[in-house]
């Protein structure tokens, strides 16, 4: 009601929005004819125009209306698809940083071109996320002759890719790949050692495609770089053989809202008596095996095989409880992984601990300007709004929506819900009728399937165990008869085109003959010629029986998710129709399902196989899955809340981290570092109230800079001695400091003490995320005190984050004065000797020697050879001298 009074008083932001664009769009047909006489030429030179007037100080909303009417034109020159006029509102919106809701089949793809070329004239570069690297490769070589028409550049980055590959990729202009992909480039450039290891170059203009499911759905999974810990994976067995003695109601007790299991006095009772540890539970020394005990119970019955992860290999793979893919490469963390794998009675891997991490949500927040696109945004407008800043503008479809949503119906049991879906897939499978079916798991796909073979009706199932070829089977699904079973929509990003596709059918034709379409472009064209008469008569046909039909077979916690479903038909302007099939036993029904509707089904006396069907019956479900989503909603802000946290201090580090590696006055740096040691210590013995505590600040001292610093220190137990005298003890230091750096060569002692500084960082910083997650993991028994966890947390976390950093500077210092190069004259001092001098022995390479090149890994350290004079005869054999020959160019 609220919503359409907006509307009528034009008080709608969205309305607002539209027509605001309306009139750039406009003014952008207005251009259409003079641009469309441009020769190519002339239309090429415009990507240099637009370049030079933006670096004169030209806005980018400036010249929008004419860098987009090129766009268009070259897209029409170079791909034949000319953007319509909703999909250049679409690029305005993306332009401004916001979020673009279109329809399934509304051509989004094209309509990043839009913004993407306009963001790229900056030459700051321009990122484009998407949810696989079939999508990226695909979008990037579609989209690129428009690109390259103008000038501009385009790279791809993937997984496993050769690492000079991935930094030419960040150079171009346009960048595609995946989330995954741009976040742990972003971990891996800050865990690099040295500069010219770095891929990324920034973060200026990002669109994410399918914004929901990444900024969403996969925001709840913090991307983490783990190295393998300590742990004794044997305990995951002992674990996992007690769990399978225990009972539910007895001895734990399960909440399935939650996700979480809870022992009771019994349970605790009898595991102490199965293991013969009285104090299991309460003793902090057996912590880590109650842990895990816990985590076994939650493998055995809160996580399912072939529907949260699946048994490859001989290895545990996850399934994305959204997309239904595999996510290969990835573990659940804290112990869990393991828990499943001793379950499953495959190889337990050691538990990993974390080296970098960071959420999806504070990696995206560093772009200076984030946009996205999705068919389904409008649900979590308030979630994008609070988090990222985004505001969601909903743009109308390019032909009317003729599509029919019918109410849900619900039966009491599954298998009579099963029953009906197969009964509706027959009878749309005997008219033609083109049927693609939803599920929420693999487990229930492939329940339909044996009930579809045992009534003999051919059909197509894509669920994560067929990932590979959801690209062609999405694509295929219009055809007369198809039949599919998708399990989440995976395939997103591939069109339904009733009839079938045309292009897709000509390459499967040419890859059974062995045949590259790109190498023998006329045989491709006349295959697609062909096929597409075919399927423009199959187009006919299936458009007469009434499009593609939708069947969803569960209701799943996001109604985004029921939407992005239903969005696969009605494309463009097709006919088609949808609708759900439930049942009481659901779990979305089970768990959060209003009891007025079950206490209604059960005063009806439903026979077996009856159903019911009422739109108030879909709102009542709608509400349930409103609250999942709010309850969700809150889980992300938790996570978001405690990394935030962590995100400040991860924001220091990895500044000073980047700081240091482009710093060429690196001694100068570290006797920053040491200095700030020096005050420390005095600060922290000679209080300015209290009493001073002489032994010890002599004590730490000689153990970071070792003796012969009594002159300054003896006799001295108050604060203004020791300030008098801190000048002349700083002088002594730093005069040992120098005479090091000389030592070791000014280049050579800088590069050196950058490795020192990096590497005892880098250390401080992973014992840190190690601390982090133990505070994470006990904080929220403070709320049994009656604390805030989260305060608690920030004020545990500055403590520790605080003694790191001081810890860290110590052993820097320690470092600098202990180190020293061995040659290869054998140099060696016995391990006695290096003890007593203090010296901590570091083979190392020369300035001179090259790098590594990129892609083979950090240079391995050599050791440095004797140091060559000026005036001395060359050591390559020339005769001439070092100056004249090797060192002329030192």
Known sequence: MLDKLKKALGLDPNERALKRYSAVVEEINGLEPVV???SDEELRKKGDEFRARLREGEDGNEILPEVFAVVREVSKRT???????????????????KITEMKTGEGKTLVATLAVVLNAFSGRGVHVVTVNDYLARRDAEWMEPIYSFLGLSVGVIYAYMDQEERYSAYRADITYGTNSEFGFDYLRDNMAVAEEHLVQRGHSYCIVDEVDSILIDEARTPLIISGPSDDNVDMYTVSDRIARQLREGRDFEKDEKERNVAMTEAGIARCEELLKMPDLFS??????????????????????????????DGEILIVDEFTGRLMVGRRYSDGLHQAIEAKEGVKVGRESQTLATITLQNYFRMYRKLAGMTGTAATEAEEFKEIYGLEVVTVPTNMPMIRADYPDVIYRTVGEKFAAV??????????????????????????????????????QVLNAKHHEREAQIVAQAGHIGAVTVATNMAGRGTDIILGGNPEFLAKEELRKENVDPAQDRERY??????????????????????????????????????????????????????????SLEDDLLRLFGSDRIQGLMEKLGMEEGESIEHPLLTKAIASAQKKVEEMHFDIRKQLLAYDNVMNRQREAVYAQRQQILGDGGMVDNAWEIIEGVIDDTIEKYFPEEGEADPARARSKLKA???????????????????????????EEIRKRFRDKVEALGEEEGGALLRFLIL????NGWKDHLLAMDELRRGIGLR??????????????SYNLFQGMMERVRESIAELAFRVRVVSDQGDRLSERERRESREFVLPFARSGEEPAPRGEGTPQPVKKGPKVGRNDPCPCGSGKKYKHCCGANK
Not at 292 to 298: E, F, G, H, S
Not at 438 to 449: A, D, H, K, P
Not at 759 to 762: A, G, I, Y
């Open 759 to 762: 590497h005892t960082l880098d």
């Open 704 to 730: 970071v800079f070792g003796p012969g610093l009594e002159p300054w220190t003896d006799g001295v137990d108050n604060i203004r001695d020791m300030l008098a005298n801190a000048s002349g003890l700083k």
């Open 422 to 459: 197969a009964d509706e897939i027959q009878e749309s499978y005997g008219a033609g009728c083109p049927v693609l079916v939803g599920t929420t798991s693999i487990e229930s796909s492939e329940r339909l399937s044996k009930l579809l073979k045992a009534r003999k009706i051919p059909h």
């Open 783 to 796: 709320a049994i005190g009656q604390k805030d966890p989260l305060l608690e947390y920030q004020f545990e």
């Open 525 to 582: 064209t006349s295959y697609l010629e062909k096929f597409r008469e075919q399927c423009r008569k199959e187009r006919e046909k299936v458009t007469d029986l009434g499009g593609l039909k939708i069947i969803g077979t569960e209701r799943h916690e996001a109604r985004r998710i029921d939407n992005q479903l239903r969005g696969r038909s009605g494309r463009q302007g097709d006919p088609g129709s949808s609708r759900f099939y439930l």
């Open 79 to 97: 791909t034949g698809l000319r953007h319509f006029d909703v999909q250049l509102m679409g690029g305005i919106a993306l332009h401004e940083g």
């Open 283 to 312: 003793d902090a020394a057996h912590s880590d095996l109650a842990h895990r005990i816990v985590q076994a119970l939650k493998a055995h019955v809160l996580f399912q095989r072939d529907v949260h992860y699946v048994v490859k």
């Open 36 to 38: 469309s006489a441009l």
